[in-house]
């Protein structure tokens, strides 16, 4: 018979080789539980956290317009976007201002300009020279005309083939609209703040921010402005939709202090009628009611005319 104590030390050494791997699992499976369980509730709070980072922040860009839907960017359209034919059409019958955009590309620089023209009271926007579709819906988009019922303003955009920049600018000029050009060059232009803007119908012409106005439509312009900058022209230009926004401020303000100025004029003529009236001086008089002519001494009755009994 073996003894007992040998064979007890040996069962104890077994049941300790046996008990450290379960451990080693245990606390191993303990911290994958842990780290999983760690993980998922910082992945739902980022996935929480980037519903509230704004479209663009962090956000990679795409080419395609951010439209919500179809029907939103076909909503926009028919709000917004008319033909160049019916704002001719609408331009003729009543004075506006219109702000011509030759050679704009860019749906951001279309889209800031839309929202500035709608702010400072410029009804129309011309864009010529050929807008992509997808540039007009990236312009409409950017601009949240659409959240913005009291905004009102029109574009329209036709095509090269149909309406040419010198054919457009010829037709506006031959509506009385004066063609004025804001140009970065100083040469034979009028700094923006001695320009008169008060005009009810005005064209506002915009060249492209490399090139400029075209050559060919620089000699249908009427005036040329241009905007004081700390450089020259030749050496950097204003944003496009900077210098848009700097004109029709100025042009707002020039046309609130015109409303002011004849507004002060009316008070003056008011105040010095007032002490006439006081007096009774300056009261209308009512015209006198007619007499008939009576006959003169050498005049016969039959030549007076003779009033009939009522």
């Given at each position: 018979r073996p003894p007992l104590v040998p064979m007890a030390r040996m069962g104890l050494r077994c049941r300790e080789t046996t008990a450290a791997p379960s451990r080693e699992r245990r606390k191993r499976w303990r911290y994958g539980v842990l780290f999983s369980a760690s993980m998922g509730l910082l992945l739902s709070f980022s996935v929480e956290l980037w519903a509230f980072v704004p479209r663009g922040l962090g956000r990679p860009r795409s080419r395609v317009p951010r439209c919500d839907s179809i029907a939103e960017r076909t909503l926009l359209r028919q709000s917004f976007v008319r033909e160049w034919s019916s704002m001719f059409s609408e331009l003729e019958a009543s004075p506006a201002c219109v702000a011509v955009l030759c050679g704009v590309t860019r749906g951001g620089n279309l889209g800031a300009v839309l929202r500035s023209c709608a702010l400072l009271g410029i009804p129309f926007v011309l864009a010529l020279g050929g807008v992509s579709e997808a540039d007009v819906d990236r312009a409409l988009w950017s601009s949240q005309l659409l959240r913005r019922p009291g905004w009102k303003v029109s574009l329209a955009v036709p095509p090269p083939e149909e309406l040419p920049v010198v054919d457009a600018m010829a037709k506006l000029r031959s509506m009385g609209f004066p063609l004025l050009g804001v140009t970065a060059h100083k040469d034979g232009a009028t700094d923006l703040w001695d320009a008169?803007?008060?005009?009810?119908?005005?064209?506002?012409?915009?060249?492209?921010?490399?090139?400029?106005?075209?050559?060919?439509?620089?000699?249908?312009?009427?005036?040329?402005?241009?905007?004081?900058?700390?450089?020259?022209?030749?050496?950097?230009?204003?944003?496009?939709s900077h210098a848009v926004s700097l004109v029709a401020y100025e042009r707002r303000r020039q046309r609130e202090r015109h409303q002011q100025q004849q507004l002060a004029g009316v008070g003056e003529r008011l105040a010095h009628v007032r002490p006439q009236l006081a007096r009774g001086t300056a009261s209308p008089q009512m015209p006198k009611r007619s007499q008939p002519a009576t006959p003169t001494p050498g005049e016969s009755k039959a030549s007076t005319p003779r009033r009939r009994p009522a």
């Open positions: 008169n803007l008060v005009a009810p119908r005005l064209a506002l012409v915009f060249g492209e921010e490399a090139d400029g106005i075209p050559s060919e439509v620089m000699p249908l312009l009427q005036r040329a402005v241009t905007i004081p900058m700390e450089v020259a022209g030749d050496e950097g230009s204003l944003n496009l």
